[in-house]
């Protein structure tokens, strides 16, 4: 038992010198027999090892292969230093010198970095090629020289790995160094193809380097990105050539990428060529310049930033980088420039796993994409006047950057710390197993290997865990860091450490964002941040997240401005600026909605304090109608008999409710349905407080109540609940004398009140009118703007028409009385709904009408494929199909009995009397054109029917819809194709 305690000793000793398992470590020191036990040294140089207990399992597997290892590395205690530090973090390189037992012998060389030269020879020399042949082609049988150019590639990658883990070469260093092995590896891979195909001499090929290869910032396991460009030699026509040059292209790629004993080095990613997956792998230098001068987007120019030839023909590759080269530094004068950004970085965010993006350090927040992507943008829009950014590697063009003034020196410094930092963990987590990972991992034994390899001792979890998270959050702030503050920096007196943009920069940089008027812009950031008062302080620190967030909205311009002008208005308001520097989702949504809608923004503008709508996601919901109702009646209460001024608190109250409704519709929390009805309600609240302000006016003037029930009756796009933003009221007005009053008072006091209704609507206010339209009554504008009851039914009974019929299907109950209300609709209801239908003469008439208002009605020069109430499979045509088929069976199907154009053609397809799929086709039309109309009015302030011709203001209405940048053509052909489909409906359905 004597042992016992002497061993849990030793295993507690070894615990606490940093092994996970103290007991596990006394045994496999055991294994290695007394030599290890009587070797200080060794334990030293475990202890030292980010992981020992890793590092100790991967010596005792060494030490079974080659009983004399130990000793040797005695002998070498630089190089066992070395070794175990490589093993304490990467079990792969591990696994490779324990299936290679002599090879840790790289480690005894002198440490020096060898030359770009060196590993290319090593690893021709590898596959049996010459390293001084011009074209070196292999010559040892395929499979070993797969094998061994694994092997070779893995020992240039354990001396690296060592080297690295020893703090004895920087990080652009170990890059450099992973690139030039990459290149290596392409060049042994070439001489592998040319084994396999003769006639490779008829043909010069050029590999270039792209992404991290050709910036020469390599990880330890990535795709390596290339580009193949070739040229014919002697009498070889061009496309033998070309078949020629892709058979060594595919053939290389094989080689680097096939799995053996040895496993594989990495994929050859060549899909940065022209056109991608689907081009051609190989084209000539002519044929690459074609596509890049008609065809290439922004994102193809960014990726040929970092170009360089590195293996195959250098003097082909040299002439294309050079020729790309130009048309790199025009890539921001582009058109498209800023669409195809924004493109970018949806992509980039798109990659991210949701479980993942908290711990991905490449793509995630904060993660190393961040910082390539703002580098690269500012350079493209920079580097066109400035030669000295025309840098490939990140850092490299970081420090340009600086030194040009771009970025300032402090926020350099924080990014390339931060950058070199999130290499540095990427590196690590890479060399654990050699697998292509950017993820961090969550097991604390994981965090705390990479945590001791990046030398921190004390708390390696918690240390390394805090690091990490600084450094993402700083570079997370690059957007705003790179971008915007440097834009304040040029018009307005900011602390004198920091570098200034001078203004054609700041024009650039703006114009490159997507401003298109960038002297107005600077002007407006300007006029809100200079000054030494609260609020400029506060937009200082608010406008570059601003200025991002209007960069993103259609109209980065329009953003800006009314910005600006909300500002002016409420800058002075204590709880403004706080709101939107405390609440960025409410920042967000101001800026969205300022980019992009100039209707809002008129309403924000005459009413600014409706920004405090936008803290709150809960105020963006519709309010109830009868919430709204009991609102505006009290308020018309309070002003008794003045009628002008209880209208002008129920239009501010409208104006209110549009603002919240369209900002509802901007930002995805209402479809169009509901924007429909919330509008007609709303239209609804409106008229009933104009009325009762109007009722009690003509009470005043006629020193009692008026002699009349009276009630608005919605018709058209208001009875339907169909509204859109610019919609007039269509209206039809009723009244019925009290017991006992004369025909001609009731008839005097209800013309006084629609007058009066119509006045108070109508009075000059900087809101959005509400016009009340009555022309569908009987007679249109020749009759009487009000009837009885009684004067309607007479007239429906002797001349009523069909169409008056199909008016009367949107006919609902507005304002007023509604007990009136519901005896008109009792009234009207056999004209609508009759019991057989509609007949045969009735059914030719409402067709020849169709006709007829398609012939006569479409505006002048419209195009009917692109007008969306009266063009083909537009509104109208979906409403008449609807429309029919309730004046043919709505006497008989109480379902089809609705005002809503939707609700009657899904209970049409219930009764089965149109297909299910027919309706879904007419339905799609109907909602898509219903979006439109309200986009048209929402970005540009004014209402239109039609599709606009020019593309700035189709593009506008596109975003507004959803699509992406650069869609409007998209956006324009998908309503071609739903309005064709539901032409094709209409026709066969309604005729």
């Not at 030039?180 to 590896?185: G, T, Y």
Request: charge should be neutral; aromatic fraction near 6%; hydrophobic fraction near 45%.
């Amino acid at each position: 038992m004597s042992g016992v305690p002497r061993m849990q000793s030793t295993a507690g000793r070894l615990a606490r010198l940093g092994f996970a398992d103290g007991a596990r470590a006394e045994r496999m020191l055991a294994e290695l027999g007394p030599e290890a036990g009587d070797d200080p040294g060794l334990l030293d140089a475990l202890v030292s090892a980010a992981e020992p207990d890793l590092a100790l399992s991967s010596l005792v597997r060494l030490a079974d292969r080659d009983p004399g290892v130990l000793a040797a590395l005695r002998t070498a205690p630089q190089a066992r230093a070395r070794l175990l530090e490589v093993f304490g973090v990467s079990a792969a390189l591990a696994e490779h010198v324990v299936r290679h037992p002599g090879h840790w012998r790289v480690l005894r060389d002198p440490v020096e970095r060898p030359s770009t030269a060196g590993l290319r020879a090593d690893l021709l020399t590898a596959v049996g090629a010459s390293p001084a042949d011009a074209e070196p082609v292999a010559t040892i049988p395929k499979a070993a020289a797969l094998a061994a150019l694994r092997v070779a590639y893995r020992d240039r990658l354990l001396h690296l790995a060592a080297r690295d883990l020893a703090g004895e070469a920087p990080l652009n260093e170990v890059t450099a160094e992973l690139s030039d092995l990459a290149a290596a590896a392409l060049s042994a891979g070439l001489a592998l193809a040319r084994a396999e195909v003769p006639e490779f001499a008829s043909v010069s090929l050029a590999v270039i380097g792209m992404g991290k290869c050709g910036a020469r910032e390599l990880n330890y396991v990535s795709d390596v990105d290339a580009v193949f460009v070739a040229e014919p030699r002697g009498d070889v026509d061009e496309t033998t050539a070309l078949q020629i040059a892709t058979r060594l292209a595919q053939g290389m790629m094989q080689a680097c990428s096939a799995s053996t004993p040895e496993g594989s080095l990495w994929e050859v990613d060549a899909n940065l060529r022209p056109e991608g997956k689907n081009g051609p792998l190989v084209r000539t230098l002519a044929s690459h310049m074609s596509y890049y001068r008609r065809w290439a987007k922004t994102w193809e120019f960014q990726a040929l930033l970092k170009a360089r030839p590195v293996a195959g023909d250098l003097e082909l590759g040299g002439r294309y980088a050079e020729s790309v080269n130009e048309l790199v530094w025009q890539a921001a004068t582009r058109d498209n420039f800023v669409e195809d950004v924004q493109a970018m970085r949806r992509r980039v965010e798109a990659h991210v796993r949701v479980e993942e993006a908290e711990r991905q350090i490449k793509l995630g927040p904060g993660g190393l994409r961040d910082i390539e992507f703002a580098v690269q943008l500012l350079q493209l829009v920079h580097g066109r006047h400035d030669p000295l950014l025309r840098r490939r590697a990140t850092l490299a063009a970081l420090a340009a950057l600086s030194r040009g003034g771009y970025v300032g020196r402090d926020d350099a410094k924080a990014l390339a710390e931060a950058y070199t930092f999130l290499r540095s963990v990427e590196h690590l987590v890479q060399l654990h197993r050699l697998r292509r990972t950017h993820v961090v991992p969550e097991d604390p034994a994981d965090l705390r290997r990479i945590g001791r390899a990046l030398g921190i001792g004390v708390d390696p979890v918690g240390e390394f865990t805090s690091r990490w998270r600084r450094h993402a959050m700083e570079a997370r702030r690059l957007h705003e860091k790179l971008f915007y503050r440097p834009l304040l920096q040029a018009v307005a007196r900011l602390p004198e450490q920091e570098e200034r943009l001078s203004q054609a920069a700041a024009k650039a940089r703006l114009e490159a964002l997507g401003y298109t008027d960038p002297e107005g812009a600077l002007r407006h950031i300007a006029a809100l941040t200079s000054g030494v008062s609260r609020r400029a302080a506060i937009q200082r620190t608010l406008l570059p997240v601003m200025l991002g967030w209007f960069a993103d909205a259609p109209d980065p311009d329009a953003g800006l401005l009314g910005f600006r002008q909300v500002s002016d208005k409420l800058g002075t308001t204590p709880w403004y600026l706080r709101l939107l520097r405390d609440e960025t989702s409410a920042a967000k949504a101001m800026a969205l909605l300022l980019g992009t809608s100039r209707y809002a923004t008129g309403l924000l503008l005459h009413a600014p304090e409706a920004v405090m709508m936008l803290g709150d996601g809960s105020e963006l919901a519709v309010r109830p109608k009868e919430t709204l109702l009991t609102e505006v009646k009290a308020g018309v209460q309070r002003h008794g008999d003045n009628a002008e001024s209880a209208v002008v608190g129920v239009r501010a109250l409208r104006r209110r409710e549009l603002f919240r409704t369209a900002v509802a519709d901007l930002v995805g929390r209402v479809d169009i349905e509901q924007v429909g009805r919330a509008l007609s309600e709303l239209n609804d609240v409106t008229i009933q407080a104009a009325l009762d302000a109007a009722t009690a006016k003509v009470a005043m003037e006629r020193r009692g109540e008026p002699p009349t029930r009276f009630a608005v009756i919605a018709m058209g796009r208001l009875g339907g609940f169909e509204c859109s933003y610019g919609s007039d009221a269509d209206v039809m007005f009723v009244h019925a004398p009290h017991e006992g009053a004369s025909e001609r008072e009731a008839s005097e006091a209800a013309h006084a009140m629609a007058n009066e209704l119509r006045r108070l609507l109508a009075l000059p206010a900087p809101d959005p009118p509400l016009l009340i339209d009555p022309d569908l009554r009987p007679e249109g504008r020749q009759g009487p703007l009000v009837r009885s009851l009684a004067s309607y039914a007479a007239y429906y009974r002797r001349w009523s028409s069909p169409w008056e019929s199909q008016a009367l299907l949107r006919a609902r109950y507005s304002a007023g009385d509604a007990e009136l209300a519901a005896e008109f609709t009792t009234l009207i209801g056999p004209l609508r709904y009759p019991a057989g239908g509609v007949g045969d003469d009735a059914v030719r008439e409402i067709r020849t009408l169709k006709a007829r208002m398609e012939a006569e009605r479409l505006p002048r020069g419209a195009d009917p494929a692109l007008h969306t109430k009266l063009g083909r499979g537009g509104l109208s045509d979906v409403e008449w199909v609807a429309q029919l088929v309730q004046l043919r069976h709505a006497g008989a199907v109480p379902e089809l009995r609705t005002t809503r154009t939707l609700e009657a053609l899904r209970a049409a397809a219930g009764a089965e009397l149109l297909d299910e799929a027919d309706v879904a086709v007419l339905s799609e039309a109907w909602l898509f054109a219903s979006r439109i109309r309200d986009a048209i009015m929402l970005v540009r302030g004014r209402a239109a029917d039609s599709i606009p011709t020019a593309a700035r203001d189709r593009a506008l209405i596109a975003r507004a819809l959803g699509y992406p940048p650069g869609g409007s053509e998209d956006f324009v052909e998908d309503y071609r194709r739903a309005t064709r489909r539901a032409r094709r409906v209409m026709e066969r359905v309604f005729y």
